[in-house]
């Protein structure tokens, strides 16, 4: 699926970078064309592109940022979305039922703002009242957007609500390159991207910045962990590509296809594609359907154990899912089936992810898992749905999509 994701990368891309803005000097539209013009040639060489154009460029206030993205919001992620991705994260015990997700994580983007790129205006933003040195890592970050959206279709990308984990896959790859590209054009003359000491230490500092901020100490661990995946674990995938692929860029169809091929290169390397699987049955009282993935897995597994960091190394046999929610009289119904790329996988995930989900039972709901077999493949559907729910009698089938 990528329930959390779907909200995540709406909003990731938005603000890309966020980070204090201490206002000493605040820039003005001027200076703000200044710096991008001064930013623009040690980006393009760190990327190994060329700008095709100048960035647009605009200065807004922080109350003028945060109508904006309200806007945005609301037109990305309606109601009715929410409501199935809120009962996804609820019935899988990955969030409390008192959580509001639209107000986290309007307060999270605008808790620390300072800039980020528009791909839908095609315009770099900055925010009213930053000092200009410290605007510098943010709009070099934002500036390798602008330059992939002039090669690649970033609005298309973020548009696409079809497949939640093939959009973070493919966002990962965005944010990646534009935290390795920034970070090597900031720091000239530093060999940072085959440095394994740096990056160690620059997922430590990311996670200890991030705590800094209130609002995200006390989001979830979902959707901590969920929000620096992209820079993080897309910047290694970068990495590992560049050493089999040097100069070059995975873009278009050499875009990685799942976050499994993110977390692990040689998947990728491999062409180990995710396996398609859909629903057979009616949509009569779906209000959520997407695609939930490997590195949500592992999210969820560190939940339901009380773990306090997520472990996504080695590999767990990942196949494909898809999961769906319904609306009934008495709460939402989840039904999620996953299919394995050998039978110990399955029965991996059912001791360490289906078991300890058994054991948190909610008020009125009862959750089975069952074993199956999907085009030869083994699989495990799990239903988390009101006791009383009128389609345990007729569950959706379900079968891996050609």
Known sequence: MNAYRRIALILITLVACRGSSPSAQAINQKQLELL?????????????????????????????????LIA??????????????????????????TIDLRRLFLAL????????????????????????????????????????????????????????DRQTAAQAVMEGQATLVSLIAMLPGMNIQTDDAFWANFRDQLSKQQFGASVFAS???????????????????LRAFDTTHPGKVPFGSALPTSTEQILHADRYANGDAPIAVRFTSDTAGVIFEDTF?????????????????????????????????????AGPALVWVTVWDEPRWAEQFQTQVAGPLSQHPRAGYRITVEPQQLGGKAAVRIVVAPA????????????IRP
Not at 48 to 59: H, I, R, T
Not at 294 to 305: G, P, S, T, V
Not at 388 to 399: D, I, N, T
């Open 36 to 68: 991008v013009d001064s930013l623009m040639p040690g980006v393009a060489k760190a990327a190994g592109l060329e700008f095709k154009s100048m960035p647009k460029s605009a200065v807004r206030t922080k109350d003028q940022i945060r109508t904006y």
């Open 72 to 97: 945005k919001l609301a037109r990305e992620l309606p109601d009715a979305r929410l409501e199935g991705i809120t009962a996804t994260y609820r019935l899988l015990n990955m969030v409390s039922d």
């Open 109 to 164: 983007y605008t808790e620390q703002i300072a800039g980020f790129y528009d791909p839908d205006s095609t315009t770099l933003f900055a925010v009213q009242g930053g000092e200009p040195g410290a605007l510098r890592l943010v709009l070099a970050h934002e500036l390798v957007h602008a330059l992939q959206h002039q090669y690649v279709p970033l609005d298309s990308i973020l548009h696409d609500v079809t497949d939640g």
């Open 219 to 237: 989001a979830p661990m979902v959707i901590r962990e969920g929000l620096t995946f992209p820079y993080v674990d897309g910047a290694e995938f």
């Open 293 to 329: 993935g490997e590195f949500e897995i592992d999210l969820l597994r560190a939940e339901l154990i009380g773990a306090t960091t997520v472990r996504t190394d080695p590999a767990i046999g990942w196949g494909g899912d898809r999961l769906r929610v319904y609306r009934s009289a």
């Open 388 to 399: 009383e729910w009128q389609r345990w009698k007729s569950l959706p089938g379900a079968e």
